[in-house]
């Protein structure tokens, strides 16, 4: 009887063990799998937070450079209108009241551009009007020096006087960023003869920015070989943005 009530209390023990270490074994593979799931859920979640942040980043850009085609697409009917023009054809042909013309372009606000610009068939500035770029907040001056930055445009050298294409549109530093449109200005008794070539821009500066960033809803910068150039964010965090 001693010794089958001590082979009882053995197989009672080992059983009991046996039975506590298959629980603890079975709780402990059942933890990782719950954290195997969980995690794997976290990166299955997180990829597609990520996914719709990549997805929504790239729809606003290209809003953004939609925005700035438009000001291309403006620009153009802009200077189309122009050159049509049987009043600018005589002006620019005879050479008479180019600047009063040039200021009738730019006042009031009525045109897409900031600036307005008249030169002879090779180039050379006849008459000028408009505005420059709005820069840490101040209006600039659209002056002599403005003028001849923009007639350095490959779009007015190359295009318009060297292969006297009819009109001409492009992104270009002047100073500062700005889409340019320049059209060639035919004489009126000749379509054939070129008298004169009319350009008209728009500077990418801190309005256009803070036009980009009320239409996308977010605070954007602009940023020119990495140099920045007009920013909605405070001062300091989009140069880090950039350098980081």
């Known amino acids: 009887a001693g010794y089958a009530g001590v082979l009882w209390w053995l197989w009672t023990v080992v059983k009991s063990s046996l039975q506590w270490r298959f629980?603890?074994?079975f709780a402990g593979l059942l933890a990782v799998v719950v954290l195997v799931v969980s995690a794997t859920m976290m990166a299955i979640i997180s990829r597609d937070v990520e996914r719709e942040e990549l997805d929504r980043t790239e729809t606003q850009l290209r809003s953004a450079v939609a925005q700035i085609?438009?000001?291309?697409?403006s620009l153009h009917r802009l200077v189309r209108l122009i050159t049509d023009s049987e009043v600018v054809r005589?002006?620019?042909s005879s050479q008479t009241n180019l600047d009063r013309l040039a200021q009738s372009f730019t006042s009031g606000g009525l045109i897409p551009a900031d600036f307005v610009l008249f030169t002879t068939s090779r180039g050379r500035l006849v008459a000028r009007a408009g505005q420059g770029p709005f820069l840490d907040g101040e209006r600039r001056k659209f002056g002599q020096t403005e003028a001849l930055a923009v007639l350095g445009s490959p779009v007015i050298t190359d295009e318009i006087v060297a292969s006297r294409a009819d009109i001409a549109v492009s992104l270009d530093i002047a100073g500062a960023p700005v889409v340019v449109a320049a059209g060639r200005i035919a004489n009126p008794n000749d379509p054939g003869i070129t008298s004169?070539?009319?350009?008209v821009g728009r500077y990418l500066d801190s309005l256009t920015i803070?036009?980009?960033?009320?239409?996308l809803g977010v605070e954007a910068s602009l940023f020119i070989s990495r140099e920045l150039v007009a920013s909605e964010l405070p001062a300091g965090i989009a140069e880090h943005l950039m350098v980081s």
């Open 23 to 25: 629980v603890w074994a």
């Open 69 to 73: 085609h438009g000001h291309e697409e």
């Open 90 to 92: 005589d002006a620019v």
């Open 196 to 199: 004169g070539v009319v350009a």
């Open 210 to 215: 803070e036009e980009l960033s009320g239409s």
